[in-house]
């Protein structure tokens, strides 16, 4: 008897063919809308394998109701939507898909850096609504993006793609991490620097860091004080990194120049959101690693590990 798992979200056919091969597979069939907690609950008591996304909760009641369970692949670099002290104490195994879509997320996390420098969705609504009627020289005038100074916090594999599209704009390179990076210094030029210098001296605040306990809320009011007035915070890593807030206060009074979100606290974020009212907020939901080319390596990543836990091989990427 093949062993049954569920997926959470309608994933490529392909995918689902080659789980299939292996797996007695159960799939939510709905593209855009998450499973919901109650379906979760009841479909989740007799899987031994379930393939989640971030926007499923793992915690220690679903858990409590997964009797035969003994993987959780996340299609996900992040695992903060699992409870992985609960699934440690029963001995299920979490996975999740890095590496495959760190290119793709550092192309997007500096899109959205020059997007935000620049002023484009800022400029594109300008000209669609009409606005334009002549060329001035000071009109939508943005930040310089070549030969400004980044500041990355959280030098990991994404963190150092980002910093080597930084070189090649001839950018001054700092970073904070909680241990250097001494080959980044050396092939990227890159500087070490505790986490109050480098908001004092970066023009553009690149947030890289994995949403822990210790990062919830690490930008706030007096970090966000620290910056210069000229200065643009991008995040695509955790809602949570950011007090939303702090930053909002921050926006609105000029206190720093702009920010480019991809993430944030509470998503889908809801069109009420005070972020959402500012003309110097690029706002993106959660596409950092959306190319076609990377999600399709992601999702046959979190297959390969969810056909492993469930046939007792240990999985190519196991975070416990």
């Known amino acids: 008897m093949k062993p049954k798992v569920l997926i959470t979200r309608k994933i490529p056919q392909e995918i689902v063919e080659k789980i299939s091969s292996v797996c007695d597979v159960d799939m939510w069939n709905e593209e855009e809308v998450p499973i919901p907690r109650e379906v979760l609950e009841q479909k989740i008591v007799d899987v031994e394998g379930l393939f989640c996304l971030i926007t499923e909760k793992i915690d220690a009641d679903l858990l409590k109701k997964a009797k035969n369970l003994k993987v959780v692949s996340n299609m996900a670099v992040g695992y903060n939507n699992i409870d992985i002290e609960a699934c440690r104490e029963r001995g299920i195994t979490v996975t999740n898909t890095?590496?495959?879509?760190?290119?793709?997320?550092?192309?997007?996390?500096?899109?959205?850096?020059?997007?935000?420098?620049?002023?484009?969705?800022?400029?594109?609504?300008?000209?669609?609504?009409?606005?334009?009627?002549?060329?001035?020289?000071?009109?939508?005038?943005?930040?310089?993006?070549?030969?400004?100074?980044?500041?990355?916090?959280?030098?990991?594999?994404?963190?150092?793609?980002?910093?080597?599209?930084?070189?090649?704009?001839?950018?001054?390179?700092?970073?904070?991490?909680?241990?250097?990076?001494?080959?980044?210094?050396?092939?990227?030029?890159?500087?070490?620097?505790?986490?109050?210098?480098?908001?004092?001296?970066?023009?553009?605040?690149?947030?890289?860091?994995?949403?822990?306990?210790?990062?919830?809320?690490?930008?706030?009011?007096?970090?966000?004080?620290?910056?210069?007035?000229?200065?643009?915070?991008?995040?695509?890593?955790?809602?949570?990194?950011v007090n939303e807030e702090a930053l909002y206060n921050a926006l609105k009074t000029g206190q720093i120049w702009a920010a480019g979100l991809d993430v944030f606290a509470i998503e889908p974020v809801s069109l009420d959101h005070p972020l959402l009212t500012l003309p110097n907020v690029v706002a993106l939901p959660h596409i950092g690693s959306a190319s076609i080319k990377t999600r399709l390596k992601m999702a046959e990543l979190a297959a390969d590990n969810l056909m492993k836990g469930v046939t007792n091989q240990r999985p190519d990427h196991v975070v416990v």
């Open 98 to 241: 890095p590496g495959v879509l760190t290119e793709t997320t550092a192309d997007l996390t500096f899109a959205l850096l020059m997007a935000t420098a620049r002023r484009l969705i800022e400029a594109s609504t300008y000209l669609r609504n009409g606005e334009w009627k002549t060329w001035s020289p000071m009109q939508l005038t943005g930040q310089d993006v070549y030969g400004a100074t980044i500041g990355i916090i959280g030098m990991g594999r994404i963190g150092e793609a980002v910093a080597r599209r930084a070189k090649a704009f001839d950018m001054n390179i700092l970073y904070h991490n909680r241990n250097r990076k001494v080959d980044a210094e050396k092939t990227l030029g890159a500087t070490y620097v505790e986490l109050d210098e480098l908001l004092k001296q970066s023009d553009f605040v690149v947030i890289m860091t994995p949403y822990t306990p210790e990062t919830v809320n690490l930008i706030s009011e007096r970090e966000l004080s620290l910056m210069k007035k000229t200065a643009v915070l991008i995040n695509t890593a955790r809602g949570g990194i």
